[in-house]
């Protein structure tokens, strides 16, 4: 089998790499990248992989020919231009490549929970987008709408290694929700694009959470046996969500986030439908194994 991921750069595009070259039926695989410069040594190093410069901006550079499934993973936008137009002409431009390639029979799509809803979910509103577009892109789509990712806590590394504190946007502390690790996520990936099991459904669509739920206060007693020391946890709350967002993101991304932020905190609308398609499926990694690795501690 031949399998094409786009963009290849991101984490979770590497980690579906590293998870298809390692499987048994030895697939081979073509990985797209605006920049070349990103293409792990790992990967560089083996035969049934191929590295190729594209663009999911430039549907020209997009070259799926040959592949009998297609991953899509498209990266987040933090600059200020319009997300939702700018995720609807990319997503085109991935079923417009598709569209040229005959031998393509699955596209996976990494996107989120509460892609469902066209309102109140925030920087989602992308995934829903991508979704809207791509559910008809291929004779199979499957839809892996993923929960938090665990890796988004490294923005905590540094005020952990030198301050022994992080800040969490969960409120209440005790309220937890799932969250999941890259590398099951790209477990998952490469396990859909290598089936050829008839769909469920088509477009297939599931959840992917972590083993359990995790909690603020969770997080805190991972954050502190990762590092070997007590750890504090500062909580923001609902009213501070602006200001904390906006110290690192510009005023278009900042309504975006707090909006995102406050649709799985209790009330919002994710947390009050969380799971509409009726299926889970589970990773395995806990959450303290993220935090060693992103400390170098593991």
Do not use: C
């Amino acid at each position: 089998m031949h399998i094409t991921i786009v963009s290849a750069g991101t984490r979770t595009a590497r980690a579906t790499i590293r998870h298809l070259l390692a499987d048994a039926s030895a697939p081979t695989v073509r990985g797209i990248y605006r920049d070349l410069s990103r293409v792990p040594d790992e990967f560089k190093s083996n035969a049934r992989f191929e590295a190729v410069k594209g663009d999911i901006e430039d549907v020209s550079t997009l070259d799926f020919s040959g592949s009998q499934a297609i991953f899509v993973v498209e990266p987040p936008i933090y600059d200020e231009r319009d997300t939702v137009q700018h995720t609807k002409f990319i997503s085109e431009n991935v079923k417009e490549a598709v569209k040229k390639a005959p031998s393509v029979k699955r596209l996976v799509l990494l996107t989120s929970v509460g892609a469902q809803y066209d309102h109140g979910i925030g920087e989602i509103l992308t995934n829903h987008t991508s979704e809207v577009v791509l559910k008809d892109a291929a004779p199979e789509v499957v839809f892996i709408r993923a929960s938090y990712f665990m890796e988004t806590w490294a923005s905590a590394v540094e005020t952990i290694k030198e301050g022994s504190f992080f800040y969490t946007v969960a409120t209440p502390l005790d309220f937890a929700w799932p969250q999941i690790a890259g590398d099951d996520i790209g477990a998952t990936a490469a396990e859909e694009l290598l089936s050829t099991a008839p769909l469920k459904a088509n477009p297939y669509i599931f959840e992917l959470h972590g083993p359990r739920v995790y909690s603020s206060i969770d997080t805190q007693r991972a954050w502190a046996e990762a590092a070997g020391k007590d750890i504090e946890v500062r909580p923001v709350e609902r009213e501070g969500l602006g200001e904390y967002f906006g110290s690192f993101l510009g005023p278009v991304r900042v309504k975006e986030y707090v909006d995102m932020t406050l649709s799985f905190l209790p009330g919002g609308i994710i947390h009050q439908d969380p799971n509409p398609t009726g299926e889970v499926r589970k990773g395995k990694t806990e959450l303290v194994e993220v935090f060693k690795q992103l400390l170098g501690t593991a």
